[in-house]
Each structure stands twice: as C-alpha cells, then as structure tokens.
C-alpha cells in the first residue's frame, strides 16, 4: 500500500489548510494522525471508506473535516480555524482492518511519509 500526502504548510492562527492523502490500493479504513517534537502520535480523524462513517478527536471536532474521493482513491482533511496547538506532522495511514473509532497507531499498518504543518 502506497500512501501519499500533500498540502501541508504554514498558516497564521484562525487560517485554513486541505490535505490530501492518494492511496494505492485504496483501504476501507484510514485515518490522519500527527505528532508533535516531543509527543506521541495522536489520531486526529479516521473514515471508514465503504460506510463512510467519521471519527475525531475532541480537540479538533468541528474544525477539521474527513472526507473522501473515491474515484480519486483520495482522502482528504480540511482544517479550518487552526491553532498553534495543532502544528505537528500529519500522517495519512491505513488501517489493518475495519476499526469501530480511530483507533491507535498500533492498528495501522500503512503510513505516508508526512507532511509538516505549522500554525503561528
């Protein structure tokens, strides 16, 4: 499985960013994480991809946003009114199997190279 992120970037507090994660093949359950210098990788969002049901984290519910091409075999986060607090490095990954929430990084077996995201 070969996942590809883009669209991370610099951006002022209050700002906006899309990121977009190309998988090949596509999986039926995927999720971004980040991890913040000195942290733990933490599960920001996760899609189911055949039932199309969304999980997140407390800290970003109604900012961020999962969604999907299928078509595209992409997944996307939209991340509106960011924070300092969420700069980290964003990964896309794929799951071993179907998870009933987003699950811990132990529970992916497929990551993406990532993609750095500062807010200032």
């Known amino acids: 499985v070969q996942l590809v992120e883009s669209g991370g970037g610099s951006v002022q507090a209050g700002g906006s960013l899309r990121l977009s994660c190309a998988a090949s093949?596509?999986?039926?359950?995927m999720a971004w994480f980040r991890q913040a210098p000195g942290k733990e990788r933490e599960g920001v969002a996760a899609?189911?991809?055949?039932?199309?049901?969304?999980y997140y984290t407390d800290s970003v519910k109604g900012r961020f946003t999962i969604s999907q091409d299928r078509d595209k075999n992409t997944m996307y986060l939209q991340m509106n009114s960011l924070k300092p607090e969420d700069s980290a490095m964003y990964y896309c990954?794929?799951?071993?199997?179907?998870?009933?929430?987003?699950?811990?990084?132990?529970?992916?077996?497929?990551w993406g190279q990532g993609t750095q995201v500062t807010v200032s």
């Open positions: 990954a794929a799951a071993w199997r179907r998870l009933s929430g987003l699950g811990l990084p132990r529970d992916y077996g497929y």
């Open positions: 093949p596509y999986k039926n359950f």
């Open positions: 899609i189911d991809t055949d039932w199309y049901i969304t």
